[in-house]
Nanobody, 121 residues
Framework: QLQLVESGGGLAQAGGSLRLSCAAS????????MGWYRQAPGKQRELVAT?????????ADSVKDRFTISRDNAKNTVTVYLQMNSLKPEDTALYYC?????????????WGQGTQVTVSS
């Protein structure tokens, strides 16, 4: 099992930057993929960026060249970061950390509690 704890959301002006963090603890050795999704009011949850050890990183077209996902492996935790630059008002959303690991013979999906990002124009 995994536990995901997010931090780093907040308010930024258009053109500004924020960095989100997500710390994973528990069965971290079997983590395959970590990433970030977001959901704006009235819209479906959408993929923002993912990172895996085997296939590298992927980004939504809307955030390419502005956002960077990275991962730090420590002894008992894995932390994934989302560096968000050149923020736009349309980046306003609730951002969720996501992880997939192999547990009890199956792939499991985990979600963080969400952290709000608000970008003012």
């Amino acid at each position: 099992q995994l536990q995901l704890v997010e931090s780093g959301g907040g308010l930024a002006q258009a053109g500004g930057s924020l960095r989100l963090s997500c710390a994973a603890s528990g069965s971290i050795l079997s983590i395959n993929t970590m990433g970030w999704y977001r959901q704006a009011p009235g819209k479906q949850r959408e993929l923002v960026a993912t990172i895996t050890s085997s296939t590298g990183t992927t980004y939504a077209d809307s955030v390419k060249d502005r956002f960077t996902i990275s991962r730090d492996n420590a002894k008992n935790t894995v932390t994934v970061y989302l560096q968000m630059n050149s923020l736009k008002p349309e980046d306003t959303a609730l951002y969720y950390c996501h992880a997939i690991n192999w547990y009890a013979g199956t792939w499991m999906n985990y979600w963080g509690q969400g952290t709000q990002v608000t970008v003012s124009s």
